[in-house]
């Protein structure tokens, strides 16, 4: 014990978490407390991240920051909801008890914040106040008297503007002076009432009318803005311009750096196992390690562009504008207004669409985002899609001007859409039953998005994506490259030697599962390694069909063996498996990270198995019948 | 003029909230009595506070964007639960 102590913090760690409206400038604060001493873990048991920071204070107290989710209240309808109040009431098994509240305020809207600093203090925490976006108010010609705020509320209270870091060293100082006197006082929080609700309105009213000196002007270039951008006509083009951008951007523009990386994983690959002709442990280190480990890092640039989007989208404002537009739509299918930015990214690929959830806050909108988001088609089933239609779909034009092979193409998109809708509805209604959510979201005004706050929030993503969907994903590999080496072929064998390993034999010994849907023991072996990533099942095909060559030669030497040895209907019943299986390990692992259990990512295998199934079963039975 | 809901209004008017009632709604299926009631109150809604209607959707006017007295942000909210607040037409 220190000998100054009162028997309260000196050397101990002060826990300190960070509540607000959304909106309010909280991460920016998060971020001017911490700086990068950051760190990102998971909850057990909810989607929602667990954001710890740390700083140090002038009088030496070290401090842990907790970052909760943006909230208007302490009432909580969902697992996820109910982290911000069990951290506070210290009901968390993984967290220790709290010692502080700072709760953040956005000072251009009081009363909505006012109202959240009224409930917490039934917590009996000690608790800091922080009145954020000062600049804006004092330019917008609000006045509010602080110190009587101080004295009305019982609390300090702290301007600020996180995001020019105005107002931070203040904020610590005071850190510092109340810490040793804070105590904690009975906790009297119970869940309010419809009318406790409306008392703290009124409560909050008496406050503003004797703090608030003079009242700010509304934000007029942020509603002249809001007349084009919510317009019906230009609103809908400028979205649309946006998300054309957007797609643009993750499609086109990060496939370069992708490539770029791909021929570099390829290359060392090739270099490692030559090095060591024959050797189990070259082929361990290429083919399993270097190959799994290529196969996370190719999905940074996607991953880096569409957090850059969602963060710009997010900060200047525009992002609730989005969801306003949006809401129709998306409602239509139960899905959330939010969603569309996910769902774009899908398109590229499902691993940046499934992180990009993150933008939607309710826990079952995201969860059913998640589940349908591999059925949009990402840019990884090109390759397969591109060999089988051009070896079974005849060149011809429909209409006089149509491809028919772009028509089928095209169809495969639509199908993935149109089901996606589908599956969404179905969800909606098969696990959240009757939870329609009345959805009420805030518009903030708009706001210049600050580069090192841009910065800081782009490396989370990537981040948290390598370092734990990355580990999932290389183990993975490094397990399927064994199934497909072990056992070894033979010293006297002639077929190629995957046929001899553990790919081999169960793509044989599954054929007969998969033998009314047309397909062979060899496009059941394929399928096995192609788990790896989509595009692999084209090279994987060459292996079994034991080809070899250059990748494009591969596959010209592929689509005329393919047409002697398959069926059409066999070929179309392919492609609708492509359409709905789960090929990809690595979006059921990014799922199983973002989600934080195995649940959904089996829900997610298991009805897109379904689906294929019955799909392919289908088309097979179909084509078979009538051509 | 008497009270009329929110969701009956066009973009530009303006008026006082009278009553804030979930139980003139249809009832929702798993939301939990109060609940909407709960949510428009935590947003900001309360009587006596002014209305704007800003924005209004594309389809069917849905959804609704409003601004609460003098805020600096605008709320969203759908139909459904616009046809919750009542007001008094300036």
Redesign the interface.
Same mark, same amino acid.
């Given at each position: 014990m220190q000998p100054h102590s009162t028997g309260i913090k000196t050397d101990k760690t002060i826990k300190i978490a960070l509540v607000g409206n959304p909106n309010c400038g909280k991460t920016a604060l998060f971020n001017a407390l911490t700086g990068s001493k950051q760190r990102v873990a998971n909850y057990a048991g909810v989607t929602v991240e667990k954001k710890h920071g740390y700083f140090i204070t002038p009088k030496h107290h070290t401090c842990t920051l907790i970052d909760l989710p943006g909230t208007y209240s302490l009432r909580s309808r969902s697992p996820d909801e109910k982290i911000t109040r069990d951290i506070i009431f210290g009901e968390f098994n993984d967290e220790a008890q709290i010692d502080l509240v700072l709760c953040i305020l956005d000072a251009t809207n009081l009363s909505n914040g006012l109202r959240l600093v009224l409930e917490l203090q039934k917590s009996g925490h000690p608790i800091l106040v922080a009145i954020n976006m000062m600049d804006i108010a004092k330019r917008k010609g609000y006045i509010y008297d602080l110190s009587l705020l101080e004295q009305e509320l019982g609390c300090r209270v702290i301007p600020t503007t996180a995001i020019k870091k105005v107002g931070i060293t203040k904020l610590v100082n005071v850190i510092d002076e109340v810490m040793p006197i804070a105590s904690k006082s009975i906790n009297s929080w119970s869940e309010s009432s419809i009318y406790e609700t409306r008392e703290y309105h009124a409560q909050v009213a008496q406050i503003l009318n004797k703090v608030k000196l003079s009242e700010g002007a509304l934000p007029k270039v942020s509603d002249r803005i809001d007349q084009v951008i919510l317009h019906p006509v230009w609103g809908i083009l400028i979205l649309l311009t946006v998300l054309f951008l957007l797609f643009q951007a993750v499609f086109t523009w990060s496939v370069i750096p992708q490539n770029m990386m791909q021929d570099w994983v390829a290359k060392l690959q090739e270099h490692v196992v030559s090095m060591m002709p024959g050797s189990l442990f070259g082929s361990l280190l290429g083919n399993g390690i270097i190959a799994g480990v290529g196969a996370v890092v190719v999905f940074l640039p996607q991953i880096l562009t569409i957090s850059l989007f969602i963060i710009l989208l997010e900060d200047s404002g525009y992002m609730a504008r989005a969801a306003f537009l949006m809401d129709k739509f998306m409602g239509a299918a139960g899905l959330h207004g939010r969603a569309f930015i996910p769902l774009l990214s899908s398109f590229a690929c499902a691993i940046p669409g499934i992180m990009a959830t993150r933008v939607i806050e309710n826990r079952r909108d995201r969860l059913v985002t998640i589940l349908i988001s591999p059925l949009m088609t990402c840019s990884a089933r090109l390759p397969i899609y591109t060999l089988l239609i051009s070896a079974f779909i005849p060149a011809k034009k429909v209409l006089g001007w149509l491809s028919l092979q772009g028509l089928v193409m095209f169809g495969l998109y639509f199908t993935g859409i149109v089901f996606a809708l589908l599956m969404a509805f179905v969800f909606k209604h098969f696990f959240f039953k009757g939870e329609r959510q009345p959805s009420i979201l805030e518009l903030p005004s708009y706001k210049l998005p600050m580069l090192k706050n841009v910065l800081i929030e782009l490396i989370k993503p990537a981040k948290s994506f390598l370092k734990r969907a990355g580990t999932i994903i290389v183990s993975i590999m490094i397990i399927l490259w064994f199934l497909s080496t072990f056992p070894q072929a033979p010293s006297h064998a002639t077929d190629p030697a995957i046929n001899y390993s553990f790919v081999g034999i169960v793509g044989k010994f599954l054929a007969p599962f998969f033998a009314p849907i047309g397909f062979s023991w060899q496009i059941v072996a394929a399928l096995i390694p192609g788990m790896a990533a989509r595009e692999v099942a084209v090279s994987a095909l060459g292996t079994i069909y034991a080809l070899s060559g250059e990748e494009d030669a591969l596959r010209q030497s592929l689509s005329v063996l393919l047409q002697h040895s398959w069926t059409l209907a066999t070929a179309l019943a392919l492609i609708t498996w492509y359409v709905f299986a789960p090929q990809c390990i690595s979006t059921l692992a990014v799922a199983k990270r973002e989600t934080n259990s195995w649940k959904w990512p089996i829900i997610m295998f298991s009805y897109q198995i379904l689906l294929a199934y019955i799909m392919s079963f289908i088309v097979y039975r179909t084509a078979l019948a009538i051509l | 003029m008497g009270a009329i809901a929110l969701d009956k209004l066009n973009k530009g008017d303006r008026g006082i909230i009278t009553k804030i009632d979930e139980t003139v709604l249809p009832q !929702? @299926? &798993? +939301?939990a009595k &109060?609940?909407?009631? !709960? *949510? +428009? +109150?935590? /947003? &900001?809604f309360?009587?006596g506070a002014r209305l704007t209607v /800003?924005?209004l959707? /594309?389809? %069917?006017h849905? @959804?609704i964007?409003v *601004?609460i %007295? %003098?805020?600096?942000?605008?709320?969203? +909210? *759908?139909k %459904?639960?616009a046809g919750a607040i009542m007001l008094e037409v300036a």
């Amino acid at each position: 014990m220190q000998p100054h102590s009162t028997g309260i913090k000196t050397d101990k760690t002060i826990k300190i978490a960070l509540v607000g409206n959304p909106n309010c400038g909280k991460t920016a604060l998060f971020n001017a407390l911490t700086g990068s001493k950051q760190r990102v873990a998971n909850y057990a048991g909810v989607t929602v991240e667990k954001k710890h920071g740390y700083f140090i204070t002038p009088k030496h107290h070290t401090c842990t920051l907790i970052d909760l989710p943006g909230t208007y209240s302490l009432r909580s309808r969902s697992p996820d909801e109910k982290i911000t109040r069990d951290i506070i009431f210290g009901e968390f098994n993984d967290e220790a008890q709290i010692d502080l509240v700072l709760c953040i305020l956005d000072a251009t809207n009081l009363s909505n914040g006012l109202r959240l600093v009224l409930e917490l203090q039934k917590s009996g925490h000690p608790i800091l106040v922080a009145i954020n976006m000062m600049d804006i108010a004092k330019r917008k010609g609000y006045i509010y008297d602080l110190s009587l705020l101080e004295q009305e509320l019982g609390c300090r209270v702290i301007p600020t503007t996180a995001i020019k870091k105005v107002g931070i060293t203040k904020l610590v100082n005071v850190i510092d002076e109340v810490m040793p006197i804070a105590s904690k006082s009975i906790n009297s929080w119970s869940e309010s009432s419809i009318y406790e609700t409306r008392e703290y309105h009124a409560q909050v009213a008496q406050i503003l009318n004797k703090v608030k000196l003079s009242e700010g002007a509304l934000p007029k270039v942020s509603d002249r803005i809001d007349q084009v951008i919510l317009h019906p006509v230009w609103g809908i083009l400028i979205l649309l311009t946006v998300l054309f951008l957007l797609f643009q951007a993750v499609f086109t523009w990060s496939v370069i750096p992708q490539n770029m990386m791909q021929d570099w994983v390829a290359k060392l690959q090739e270099h490692v196992v030559s090095m060591m002709p024959g050797s189990l442990f070259g082929s361990l280190l290429g083919n399993g390690i270097i190959a799994g480990v290529g196969a996370v890092v190719v999905f940074l640039p996607q991953i880096l562009t569409i957090s850059l989007f969602i963060i710009l989208l997010e900060d200047s404002g525009y992002m609730a504008r989005a969801a306003f537009l949006m809401d129709k739509f998306m409602g239509a299918a139960g899905l959330h207004g939010r969603a569309f930015i996910p769902l774009l990214s899908s398109f590229a690929c499902a691993i940046p669409g499934i992180m990009a959830t993150r933008v939607i806050e309710n826990r079952r909108d995201r969860l059913v985002t998640i589940l349908i988001s591999p059925l949009m088609t990402c840019s990884a089933r090109l390759p397969i899609y591109t060999l089988l239609i051009s070896a079974f779909i005849p060149a011809k034009k429909v209409l006089g001007w149509l491809s028919l092979q772009g028509l089928v193409m095209f169809g495969l998109y639509f199908t993935g859409i149109v089901f996606a809708l589908l599956m969404a509805f179905v969800f909606k209604h098969f696990f959240f039953k009757g939870e329609r959510q009345p959805s009420i979201l805030e518009l903030p005004s708009y706001k210049l998005p600050m580069l090192k706050n841009v910065l800081i929030e782009l490396i989370k993503p990537a981040k948290s994506f390598l370092k734990r969907a990355g580990t999932i994903i290389v183990s993975i590999m490094i397990i399927l490259w064994f199934l497909s080496t072990f056992p070894q072929a033979p010293s006297h064998a002639t077929d190629p030697a995957i046929n001899y390993s553990f790919v081999g034999i169960v793509g044989k010994f599954l054929a007969p599962f998969f033998a009314p849907i047309g397909f062979s023991w060899q496009i059941v072996a394929a399928l096995i390694p192609g788990m790896a990533a989509r595009e692999v099942a084209v090279s994987a095909l060459g292996t079994i069909y034991a080809l070899s060559g250059e990748e494009d030669a591969l596959r010209q030497s592929l689509s005329v063996l393919l047409q002697h040895s398959w069926t059409l209907a066999t070929a179309l019943a392919l492609i609708t498996w492509y359409v709905f299986a789960p090929q990809c390990i690595s979006t059921l692992a990014v799922a199983k990270r973002e989600t934080n259990s195995w649940k959904w990512p089996i829900i997610m295998f298991s009805y897109q198995i379904l689906l294929a199934y019955i799909m392919s079963f289908i088309v097979y039975r179909t084509a078979l019948a009538i051509l | 003029m008497g009270a009329i809901a929110l969701d009956k209004l066009n973009k530009g008017d303006r008026g006082i909230i009278t009553k804030i009632d979930e139980t003139v709604l249809p009832q !929702s @299926p &798993g +939301l939990a009595k &109060g609940e909407i009631e !709960s *949510r +428009l +109150l935590e /947003m &900001g809604f309360i009587e006596g506070a002014r209305l704007t209607v /800003m924005h209004l959707g /594309m389809i %069917n006017h849905d @959804p609704i964007a409003v *601004r609460i %007295n %003098n805020s600096s942000s605008i709320i969203a +909210l *759908r139909k %459904n639960e616009a046809g919750a607040i009542m007001l008094e037409v300036a």
